[in-house]
C-alpha cells in the first residue's frame, strides 16, 4: 500500500512541476515545443540532478515512460488551457508547488534515505 502511495506522490509531483514549467512558458509567450521544454527541465531537472549524484543511474524517468506520459499530457493541457489557468489567483499556484515539494520530499525519505543512511558500527 505505502508503495502505491509513494509512486502515486511521485507522479502527483511531476504533474505539479510539468504545469508550473507550462505556466511560465506562457507567461514568456513561448510556443508548444518551449512550454514541452520547459515543463520536462521543471519536472525533472531535480530528479534526474539527484539520481546523477547519488549514482543510480540509468535515471528513474528514463526507467519508466509514465513520466514522459505525465508531462506531455500535462504541459499540453497548460498549453491549451493557459488562459482559464491563468485566471486562478497566484496564491493557488505557490501552494501547489510548495505541496509539490513535500511531496517528493516523501518520495526521497522513502525511495533514497537508506543510501545516505548508514548503521552505526562501534
Given amino acids: 500500500m505505502t508503495d502505491v502511495l509513494i509512486i502515486l506522490f511521485d507522479y502527483l509531483g511531476t504533474f505539479a512541476f510539468a504545469v508550473s514549467g507550462g505556466l511560465a512558458a506562457a507567461e514568456k509567450k513561448l510556443d508548444l515545443f518551449g512550454a514541452l521544454f520547459l515543463g520536462f527541465v ?25 513520466y514522459f506520459y505525465i508531462i506531455i499530457v500535462s504541459v499540453s493541457l497548460t498549453f491549451l488551457f493557459t488562459k482559464t ?8 499556484f505557490f501552494s501547489i508547488r510548495s505541496e509539490s515539494v513535500c511531496l517528493l520530499l516523501l518520495v526521497f525519505k522513502k525511495a533514497y534515505m537508506p543510501v545516505f ?5 562501534l
Fill in 42 to 66: 521543471t519536472a525533472i531537472g531535480g530528479g534526474t540532478t539527484r539520481d546523477m549524484m547519488i549514482g543510480n543511474t540509468p535515471v528513474s524517468w528514463l526507467q519508466n515512460p509514465a
Fill in 85 to 92: 489557468i491563468l485566471q486562478f489567483p497566484k496564491a493557488l
Fill in 117 to 121: 543512511i548508514r548503521p552505526l558500527r
